[in-house]
């Protein structure tokens, strides 16, 4: 497909949004998977002056409820798969239209958008009007929603294309999914604005990934993608002599798989660091040193600092609270002001609740997350919200939920749960997982689970996870 056709394909999705209602500065709520008529759906958002908002596949009704009953948006696009689970959601909350767009190109949507004609003049619209929600969870529980503007993508993608050198030759590998920041906003913005090819991949499969490479030049993954490569017995430097760049986010890349990569490929993977607030804030140099075990230096234009509990400025190496200011930081969170407010200094920082250090010499180091964030698979899991779904079910007397080091997902969800002792019977391990599957997408599901008498905690009744961290880390 060409870009001439691309923008064609969304002038028509653009033109069916506004036969379904839509004006500018409606949200339009969208689970779907990966297709180019999803990105056609993307862009056609945008050109219509609309507010675009994700959500993953894999939420269940609950999750799904809540978004659409928080953003009450005008349209709800969703897979075939899932339509009357979305009538059934769109019902008990704002009543959004429901139509459908599947991954074969088939749907009401789409249907609707082929009878429309190419040319849609774009809507003005100015840099501080919103682009996107993507709503984030909180370790108090229900998901919060990130409002992103036009003008925090365009700095973002602005700095990323220079900082990352792109060529007018590259070739992207996309493997990631759109429904997140790193697919959607960092690897597809930079392409786009590149107008480079893609290589647009429905999932990730380490095999024909490789085989890409050879027609390539950049590829996005998070560390679980750069680990099963390595599995893989054809990677090596003659399969990436095309590649000129591999950049690893949405994850901690583990020591052992960036030392590995480079000794099979002869590339240093380039980490950096971002998070769906602000989209993508530092990043190891394109030139330069490509430092192991950190995410590199502030990017262009943004301004990082860490503090003490106290917001003062902690010497170099030493750990504290990341906070950063930037274009690229959002607009604050949908409809709750106070929230916005909590995470923000009087200066105009945002708490990212990141523990890091800074170097010396102006490296970011990740080390912590202070509210116990889990990222699995480079996805981010809140304990709170899986505790709660956890301590609902019958004879559950309370659960902890941590994050342990894991070689693939980087982090596994791991449950320790207390039971009543008339259920010791009912519930083990596999039931448990069972249950959770039906309640809650499948990348926050404990993959493993513990029964104990007792959590452990501190003098003020607090749960140690620390303590179950090292308890069960081993």
Known sequence: ??????????????????????????RIAVQVEKSPEAVFLYLGCLRAGCVFLPMNPAYQQGEVEHLLRDAEPRVFVVDP????????AA???????????GDDGRGDLVDLAAQQPADFPTESREPQDLAAILYTSGTTGKPKGAMLTHANLLSNVRVLHEYWQFQPDDVLVHVLPIYHIHGLFVALHCAFWNTSPIWFERRFDPART???????????????????????????????????????????????????????????????????????LVSNPYDGERRCGTVGKPLPGVSLRIVDAQGRPVAPGEVGAIEVKG???????????????????????????????????GYVSIVGRGKDLIISGGLNVYPK???????????VVESAVIGLPDPDFGEAVTAVVVLRPEAREQWNEAALIATLKQQLAGYK??????????????VMGKVQKNVLRATYGQ
């Open 1 to 26: 497909m060409t870009y001439e056709a691309l923008m064609t394909e969304a002038g028509r999705y653009a033109h069916a949004l506004r036969a379904l209602g839509a004006r500018p500065g409606d």
């Open 81 to 88: 798969a899932l339509l009357e689970r979305a009538r059934a």
């Open 91 to 101: 019902q008990n909350t704002s009543g959004p239209g429901v139509v459908t767009l």
């Open 210 to 280: 490789i085989d890409l490479f050879a027609r390539s030049s950049v590829f996005m993954g998070v560390p679980t993608h750069y680990v099963r490569l390595l599995s893989q017995s054809k990677l090596s430097t003659e399969t990436c002599s095309n590649m000129r760049l591999f950049i690893s986010g949405s994850a901690p890349l583990l020591p052992d798989t960036f030392r590995s990569f480079s000794e099979r490929t002869g590339h240093t993977i380039l980490e950096r660091y971002g998070m769906t607030e602000c989209g993508m």
């Open 327 to 361: 274009p690229n930081v959002f607009a604050g969170y949908w409809r709750m002001p106070g929230k916005t407010a909590e995470e923000h200094t009087a200066d105009g920082y945002f708490k990212t609740g990141d523990l890091g250090t800074l170097s010396e010499d």
């Open 385 to 395: 919200e899986v505790e709660e779904v956890i301590d609902a079910l019958p004879g």
């Open 445 to 458: 599901v404990p993959k493993a689970v513990h029964f104990v008498d007792d959590l452990p905690r501190n």
